[in-house]
């Protein structure tokens, strides 16, 4: 395989780039004959960050694939940048110059969007080619009732394979355990013993400089989603932020009573300076920024970015230590979070679009990754490179655990061709070795007792999916803009009534109906 990374415009910002035969800046066109080499030929458009850097002799896992499924494969990339891979996406498939697979992401709607162009033809039916060519997602996807549920469109195919996690918790809470022994108190278990510990933290000079300038609390924002970590003291209230089923029927957490229990607790917290006064604006990376000044205690983030953090700012910081704890409990009296990442993952996966030629090929080679085989290369990369066998399991090389560009892991996997947000399997042991002993302690525990199941992923038909994209962005901005106003005592929680009138206005009660029918219909397939 002789292949060339090319940069693409740069109007473009030079966000997207390509791996093509030849050095040409664009895949070979689709054969439907094997190429010279008796090899086929398939081009892939995909999603991939644009600083890390791919070239054709790192991508050791994909050159194996390729070998292994008698494939010929050719790479474009664009960038994540939302603004960039949203305006390509929209491009390409309004040109009808399709590749012969799609690796679809959740900036585009994901599997959303991939069934509602399925539908109209871009892309093609998978179940039949699986149950006839595909023994490996045949098993996964087609004999799983729960994934095949998760995974078939309104119009009753299957339009994708999907990217599947191995667990599913993400996030959850943690507290500096030096901090608590300084101050003579324990983690807290519930809400009101958060207040005390948050004061304490305030009052009580833990981090020893003879300044009052703790911020007790802080709480990182995902782009502008300001309430993304905040959010979790919601459930201490049986409060959600977003979409609720409770026993069979939807609603819209943020409409509902309890929600307003959950901005009155925040807005003390507030008011009374125990979580940051910035949360509504600060920028960055204020988790590590704030740890690494010994500046805060409390905060709810990623479970292994964390708890590495104990690690990398022990460093600077004598005594520092940050342990996990339990989901606090409120007015509801059970500690618990919600599913963070479902099992079919809404930010991978890929299709076949109608332009393939050798969709019998294509699907085989998609098998393959979803074979024992596939999921070792896709995960670990190649034996002897990236990973080596102990105990007969696959252990990470100083190639990926320290790799010798300075790369942080993720970034050296998929620089070797692992973990691609394409339709893989990702293996519980790569998790367990991309986080610590510490994190992966927390990532179980909190699987075992505390996470419920999420709102469930739902599919809606083409009228019902142009509703939802017209109404549902506009209920969401009231949602975070009153939210915010609330917590900073601009407005009374009480008052929030007033916001729940303006998302009926919009078209809040539409939306329940829509969700609920897709929920339904969901429930009657089980």
Known sequence: MKKQVLLMAAALLAASFTFAEGGKENAAAPSSKPGAKGLVPLSVWSVMAA??????????AWNMIEQKTNTDISWKFVSTLSEVKDQQ????????????????????????????????????PLEDLIAKNAPNLK?????????RTAVTAPDGHIYYVPMLSALNAARGWFIRADW????????????????????????????????????????????????YNLGALAYAFDADPDWVLRNGKVSFGPAESQYRDFLAYISKLYREKLIDQEILTRKGNPRDELLSLNMTGVLHDWFA????????????VPGFRLMHFAPPTGT?????????????????????????????????????????????????????????????????????????????MHESLVTAGAQWKIGMIQSIEYEKQFANAAATAARLEYMDKYIVDEFPLLSFTAGEAEIIKDKYSQIRTLTTEMSARAMVGAIAPADFEKTVQ?????????????????????????
């Open 305 to 316: 970015s964390t708890a590495d953090l104990n690690g990398k700012v022990g460093k600077t």
């Open 89 to 124: 996406f929209n491009l390409m498939m309004a040109s009808g110059d399709l590749p012969d697979i799609i690796a679809y992401y959740e900036g585009s709607g994901g599997h959303k969007t991939i069934e509602k162009l399925g539908s109209e033809g871009a892309f093609i």
């Open 180 to 227: 608590l022994e300084k101050v003579g108190l324990k983690a807290p278990a519930t809400t009101d013993e958060l207040y005390k510990v948050l004061v304490a933290f305030r009052d009580g000079d833990p981090n020893g400089n003879g300044l009052k300038d703790e911020i007790p609390m802080i709480a990182r924002r995902r782009g502008d989603d300001w309430i």
């Open 502 to 526: 303006e998302m009926k206005k919009v078209g809040l009660d539409d939306l329940v109906k829509i969700y609920q029918a897709a929920y339904d219909r969901k429930a009657a397939k089980k």
């Open 139 to 147: 098993k996964v996807i087609l004999d799983d009732p729960a994934i």
């Open 332 to 408: 509801y009296k059970t500690p618990f979070t919600r599913i963070q990442q479902t099992k079919v993952r809404a930010d991978g996966g890929w299709s076949i679009t109608v332009k393939d030629k050798n969709p019998v090929e294509t699907i085989k080679m998609m098998d393959y990754v979803y074979s024992p085989e596939g999921i070792i290369l896709t995960n670990f990369g190649v034996e002897g490179k990236t990973y080596v066998l102990k105990d007969g399991k696959p252990v990470y090389t100083e190639a990926i655990t320290k790799n010798p560009a300075g790369l942080g």
């Open 51 to 60: 600083e890390i850097p791919l070239t054709p002799d790192t991508i050791d």
